[in-house]
DNA sequence: GTTTATATCAAGAACTATTCTAATAAAGGG
DNA sequence: CCCTTTATTAGAATAGTTCTTGATATAAAC
């Protein structure tokens, strides 16, 4: 699993791109925070601690890049902030509407996202996007 | 189907709300241009053709109105404006990439949208979001 | 039908997340 | 090192949306 700038696979996808600290940095700050799905601004937050003088707008470049070359991808629900992701594998998110807090859902065993809908004919899908919005087990009970 | 807000069915779900003549002409727009799923700005330039009157705030008033009613259903994709959709059957969204238009993607017959998925083990699901970007049958051949 | 209460509207200000701009700084090949 | 390219920074600008306030309209109570 491509879990680091370092991994041949990645260091591929990354290709013609300076691995700059700033890029190093938000990047590991999108890993170690990746079970919240930070937003930007978490990102900038965190980052700060271990590069005081990381602008935003560094983050945001930083978040971009990395996300175009696949090595994060962005996730949204509704108007809110961005969230960013870490986690490669094809899989949909989970938005608790109590606590706020974000979950990966797995895809079932050898199952196709794709597979339930009529898609129109002859169109060609790029990516797909699933959210569910709910209550997590947690706020279930309460 | 509740195609109309004088559907007894939807006059149920506005109950309390009055039908104003901004709401209704709100409602109007959104069925007429509902093939393009319009965005909140589209929805004012045609409905200023109808009520020359009506603000942009009235206009996002009504929208919200109606979407928390369950008239309609608002949509999301990345962070551009959100789009209004007057399809109350459950379905999924395809955008293309190169014209910009949105489809509505139908679910197969007795399908579950969230059947693949390995949801959180005592989570309850209130709404589901699928999206999909990639080309369209028109922008394939080009 | 008048009064009173409540819901809605309109205009513009405010807000938030994000993107843009322009100047400075850092990478990295030769 | 030097040079060219690319990235970073701070702050301004932007888009979409929400909020605030006072004016209007409608409904309910009398
Ligand atoms: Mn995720
Ligand atoms: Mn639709
Ligand atoms: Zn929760
Ligand atoms: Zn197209």
């Known amino acids: 699993m491509a ?3 370092t ?7 990354l290709d013609g791109l300076r691995m700059t600290k700033q890029r190093k940095v938000v990047y590991d700050v999108v890993q170690e925070l990746a079970i ?7 990102v900038y937050t965190k980052a ?3 590069m005081p003088n990381i602008s ?3 983050v945001y470049n930083c978040l971009e890049t990395l996300t175009e070359a696949g090595a994060i991808t962005q996730v949204n629900l509704h108007r809110e902030a961005s969230r960013f992701c870490p986690n490669l594998q094809p899989h949909a998110h989970f938005f608790c509407a109590k ?3 974000v979950f990966d859902v797995n895809l ?5 996202a794709s597979e ?4 129109p004919d002859g169109s060609k899908i790029q990516e797909m996007n699933v959210a569910m919005r709910g209550l997590c087990p947690n706020c279930q009970d309460s």
């Open 48 to 50: 700060k601690e271990i």
């Open 108 to 112: 079932n065993e050898q199952a196709d």
């Open 7 to 13: 991994d041949p696979k990645m260091a591929e996808k």
């Open 3 to 5: 879990d680091s700038l």
């Open 36 to 42: 919240d799905h930070p937003t930007a601004s978490s």
């Open 116 to 119: 339930p809908w009529n898609l």
């Open 56 to 58: 935003l707008a560094t």
């Open 99 to 101: 606590c706020d807090s």
